[in-house]
């Protein structure tokens, strides 16, 4: 079994098509591709909070040589920000719990 690679282009326009139709199974019988393989493209799309098409990474590291460090330094700070949020949530939990008891 070989492994295939697609473009970006070929992904994006697959992920519009199964968004538009809401069938990934038939989406993926048109273009010959196995449905879970549409299924993740679609549920990554969903998942990215930007909403953005995937871009292959060979032209973005072209473009941006430190893409990789970049994008971990970013990631840092929003993951200290989403534990302060929970932090948070915790503590406001306790404080309603603690007055109504009281």
């Known amino acids: 079994m070989t492994c295939r690679k697609y473009t ?21 019988r048109r273009h010959e591709l196995n449905p879970n393989m549409v299924s993740r493209w679609v549920r990554e799309y969903k998942q990215d ?3 953005s098409l995937p871009v292959e990474h060979s032209i973005i590291n072209e473009i941006y040589p430190d893409y990789k460090q970049l994008t971990k330094e970013n990631e840092q700070p929003k993951k200290l920000l989403d534990e302060k949020d929970l932090e948070i949530a915790i503590l406001r939990d ?5 007055t109504l008891t009281c």
């Open 8 to 28: 970006a282009e070929f992904k994006n326009q697959v992920i519009k098509e199964a968004l538009e139709t809401g069938n990934n199974a038939i989406v993926a």
């Open 49 to 51: 909070k930007h909403h």
């Open 94 to 98: 306790l404080v309603k719990k603690k």
